[in-house]
């Protein structure tokens, strides 16, 4: 059997050891904030939820209610990337609805 390949001897490296700096370098956007103002981002309204079974969720029909967990009144959650960054009340705005935010989340 010819064999059409060559063999490498590998060798050990070492490497060093490091430690994180406290300011490793220059940061991406620094101050410069305006670079990002204008992306756009999804934000979602979560205004509860409910648990129904499959039998209940196959039976669906138009026209048919589904209770959520909160009433008129509690707060709905603003979410963003799935994590809730602010929470408000429901509002008419025209013929739309609106949040009126009452509280931003600190993470």
């Known amino acids: 059997m010819n064999n ?3 063999v ?5 490296v070492e490497l060093a050891e490091i430690e994180a700096a406290d300011h490793p370098g220059k940061k991406i ?3 410069a904030m305006d670079v990002i103002r204008d ?6 309204v979560s205004a509860g939820h409910c648990d129904v079974t499959v039998r ?3 039976d669906l029909r138009e026209n048919t209610v589904l209770t ?3 009433s008129t009144h509690d707060p709905v959650d603003v979410v963003l990337d799935g ?3 602010a929470s408000g009340m429901l509002v008419a705005v025209g013929d ?9 989340h600190q993470s």
């Open 8 to 12: 490498t001897p590998v060798q050990q």
């Open 29 to 31: 956007l620094g101050n």
């Open 68 to 70: 959520l967990d909160k």
């Open 39 to 44: 992306v756009k981002v999804r934000i979602h």
């Open 56 to 58: 209940d969720l196959l």
């Open 83 to 85: 994590k809730v960054v």
């Open 4 to 6: 059409d390949y060559s």
């Open 96 to 104: 739309n609805f609106g949040v009126r935010i009452t509280e931003i």
